[in-house]
Each structure stands twice: as structure tokens, then as C-alpha cells.
């Protein structure tokens, strides 16, 4: 059974570049989340999506940031441009109805 | 708005040592409860959840009881090991079920040493 997958595990990149963050939701699961966790601001809520409209973004921190949800099995969170304070481990979680979300292994981003 | 308060870290241990990680909560309604576990390098798991008052979850030793009266929702394991050596995060959702989203604690990290 196959969990939530993230890609890449590493991304490490220079200041201005477009960083694109990928999840694959579990199969059959309706509500995707996107997580930033930093030592500082421990774990944040970007944004969710439920049956791939988003809900709420209001954790976004800027207009650098955005997430799309082209199908239930795909989501994508873009920084663009990027910035050394970007620098985190950003998780993908997924969930179906009221059970606990699952949460992928995260993609770890530093930003030079 | 919702907010979790969890135990400061780090706590750090012996093996076969007493565990508790304090949780206490603010939120309207009933709010489901839970405590994840974020071992390094992974994402969080599910370690266990109550979803009303005086409901005890538990998973591998690991107890956490709802108690509305107090708003706690304290994690407990009698007796630890290494292996237990990991962040905890005690979150709660706002509403009973449903598609909503966590209300994270800042986590604590456990340090069991043999």
C-alpha cells in the first residue's frame, strides 16, 4: 500500500530560481495538505485542498508561493522566486473523510 | 483561535524510564485529539487519537487520555525505549471529523539513551 509520495527528497538551489515540490496523494483519498516545517516556526499549514479545490491558503506567505491541484492524484507547490529564508522541510499529507492524514517523508529545500 | 500547547523540549531519558508529555488545548466545540510522532529524516505518523471526552487512545505502549474538563490530552508510555528517541506533536482538529485541517503543538523532541 503505497503512502503519500514526495519528490525530490533534496532540493538544494540558488536564491532566484524556481523550486517546483511534488506530492502524490494516497489513492482514493479527497483532501491534500502542504506543511513547512522550520526549527523557528515548527510546523505551518501552507494550504489545503479538498476534492482538488483549494480551501484555504491563508498559511501561503506570499505571492512567491503557490500550489495547484490538477487531478486527485497530483499536486504541485511552486516558490518562484525563491529565497534563503524558503529554506525547510516541506511535507505533503493526504486524508479521506475524518480519518488522520497521512504524511509523506518530505522533500528537505535549501535555498543558497 | 485553536491552539495547542505542548511540553518544552528536549526531554531526554534512560531506557525503561517513566514518559509524559504534557498537552493542553483551546478550542470551541469538540475537537478530535491526536498525537503524531516524527522520527529523524521521516514524516509524521499517527501514534494514536480520541475523538470525544474520556476516550483513551493507545498504540505501542503509548496512552493519551481526552479529558475535556482540563483540556489536556497528556501522552504517557511506562517504560521507554531508544527506539521511542523521536519528536512528538500533540494537534487537534477543530471539528469531529470531516475535512479539516491540524492544529499543530510545536513538538517535543524525546531523547531515550540506553
Known amino acids: 500500500d503505497a503512502g503519500v509520495i514526495q519528490s525530490p527528497r533534496h532540493e538544494v538551489t540558488e536564491m532566484g530560481q524556481e523550486v517546483t515540490l511534488r506530492c502524490k496523494p494516497i489513492s482514493g483519498h479527497n483532501s491534500l495538505f502542504w506543511y513547512r516545517q522550520t526549527m523557528m516556526r515548527g510546523l505551518e499549514l501552507l494550504i489545503y485542498f479538498n476534492n482538488n479545490v483549494p480551501i484555504d491558503d491563508s498559511g501561503m506567505p506570499e505571492d512567491r508561493f503557490s500550489a495547484k491541484m490538477p487531478n486527485a492524484s497530483f499536486s504541485t507547490l511552486k516558490i518562484q522566486p525563491s529565497e534563503p529564508r524558503d529554506s525547510a522541510v516541506y511535507f505533503c499529507?493526504?486524508?479521506?473523510?475524518?480519518?488522520?492524514?497521512?504524511f509523506g517523508d518530505g522533500t528537505r529545500l535549501s535555498i543558497l | 483561535g485553536d491552539s495547542v500547547t505542548q511540553m518544552e523540549g528536549p526531554v531526554t531519558l534512560s531506557e525503561e524510564a517513566f514518559l509524559t508529555i504534557n498537552c493542553t488545548y483551546t478550542a470551541t466545540g469538540y475537537p478530535s485529539l491526536f498525537w503524531y510522532v516524527q522520527y529523524p529524516g521521516e514524516g509524521l505518523q499517527l501514534l494514536l487519537k480520541a475523538t470525544k471526552a474520556d476516550d483513551k487512545g493507545s498504540n505501542k505502549g503509548f496512552e493519551a487520555t481526552y479529558r475535556k474538563e482540563t483540556t489536556s490530552f497528556h501522552l504517557e508510555k511506562g517504560s521507554v525505549q531508544v527506539s521511542d528517541s523521536a519528536v512528538y506533536f500533540c494537534?487537534?482538529?477543530?471539528?469531529?471529523?470531516?475535512?479539516?485541517?491540524?492544529?499543530f503543538g510545536k513538538g517535543t523532541k524525546l531523547t531515550v539513551n540506553p
Open positions: 494537534a487537534l482538529v477543530p471539528t469531529q471529523g470531516g475535512s479539516e485541517k491540524l492544529v
Open positions: 499529507a493526504s486524508q479521506t473523510g475524518n480519518q488522520p492524514q497521512h
